[in-house]
């Protein structure tokens, strides 16, 4: 048993929400700055279908290309394929870029409206570390949508990678472009609808749903790191979510 909570007509799924993912100079979220970033906002605007996951709704994109301040490594222009110089050449400078980015974000978490960032941990401390860099106040992360850890708690035992193009392929989402900010923003909320179409315990609020993620990621990261520490007695996995 997931929980004991009931699914119901307030489900995230049903109402207005939004993706949001970054591209960056680095893996590592303490240091990385971001080179671009896009917020994709599902404004649904029909009952659901039989046969469909969600309401059929109106797509609005937001995006930005972002001059990080600093060369982009060769290994990430080859995952995102944003050099140092088209960002330079065409990019917002950080210092403008950042609050927009942190703006517009805040104001989806100040309406309740549901944020669907997959592996969210990366992209929201990302964000801070910018936000802090640039004096920029950053919001309360509330409600977040994680499709991963939502997935890994799910489908506890399925075998194979987890990474967004995986879950796309394995939910049947269409994931055109991937590594580019706006296409993977939209390919979670798709993999999200697919989850809460599949698995009705997770038709509940958004509020709810993200206390629960919480305590999955904490098990999830506890379990990983208990399998670590057989070959590596000091491994520390990080349980922290969203942040």
Not at 69 to 94: C, D, F, K, N, S
Not at 157 to 164: D, E, N, Y
Not at 185 to 210: F, K
Not at 215 to 242: I, N
């Amino acid at each position: 048993m997931l929980f004991d909570l009931p699914a119901n007509g307030d489900s995230w799924h049903l109402g207005r929400r939004v993706g949001f993912d970054l591209e960056t100079t680095s893996r590592d979220p303490r240091v990385a700055r971001i080179v671009s970033a896009a917020v994709v906002i599902f404004e649904p605007h029909d009952e659901v279908s039989p046969g469909l996951t969600a309401p059929a709704s109106s797509v609005r994109v937001q995006e930005w290309l972002v001059n990080p301040g600093v060369e982009i490594p060769a290994e990430t222009t080859a995952i995102h394929g944003i050099t140092t110089e088209r960002a330079q050449a065409e990019g917002q400078l950080a210092a403008e870029a950042i609050p927009q980015i942190v703006y517009a974000l805040s104001q989806e978490f100040a309406s309740g409206t549901p944020v669907v960032i997959f592996n969210a941990p990366y992209d929201l401390t990302v964000l801070a570390q910018e936000a802090q860099r640039h004096g920029v106040g950053f919001p309360t992360a509330l409600p977040v949508i994680d499709p991963l850890v939502i997935d890994k708690q799910v489908d506890q035992f399925r075998r194979g990678k987890r990474t967004l193009g995986h879950l796309s392929t394995h939910y049947q989402v269409e994931l055109d472009d991937a590594h580019s900010a706006a296409p993977d923003a939209w390919a979670a909320v798709e993999v999200g609808n697919a989850l809460a179409a599949q698995y009705p315990q997770i038709q509940i609020p958004a509020a709810d749903l993200h206390q629960l993620q919480i305590g999955w990621k904490a098990e999830q990261a506890a379990s990983l790191q208990e399998y670590f520490r057989k070959t590596r007695p000091d491994a520390v996995v990080d349980p922290s979510w969203p942040m």
